[in-house]
């Protein structure tokens, strides 16, 4: 995160920040796990970095809340290869 902050003074926590537009997911291709991307909005809104988990579709079940390990963080073309793959907006429906 130390590269984060070089262009960025923090990360927003606001309802825009919050809002699901900003979450990308896919399930993975045994179904096991969830991909999710959620943007890291900053104050100046160039939101250009993204933080990564997997969820544990069977334990998050089993103990009633989602359970995800970190995959990291990275800037905007991460999160742009991976659409191109098949991630995509949380619905908002």
């Not at 984060?4 to 993975?28: C, E, F, G, K, M």
């Not at 079940?61 to 995509?88: A, N, T, V």
Request: with cysteine.
């Amino acid at each position: 995160m130390k590269a984060y902050h070089v262009d960025h003074q923090r990360i927003s926590l606001d309802p825009n920040a919050r809002n699901a537009r900003h979450t990308y997911a896919a399930p993975s291709e045994n179904g096991r796990t969830l991909r999710v991307q959620q943007m890291l909005v900053d104050p100046e809104e160039h939101n250009d970095w993204l933080a990564e988990f997997e969820v544990d579709l069977a334990e998050s079940r089993q103990i009633g809340e989602p359970r995800c390990g970190c995959g990291g963080s990275g800037g905007w073309g991460k999160l742009k290869q991976d659409f191109d793959h098949g991630l995509r907006p949380m619905n908002t429906d």
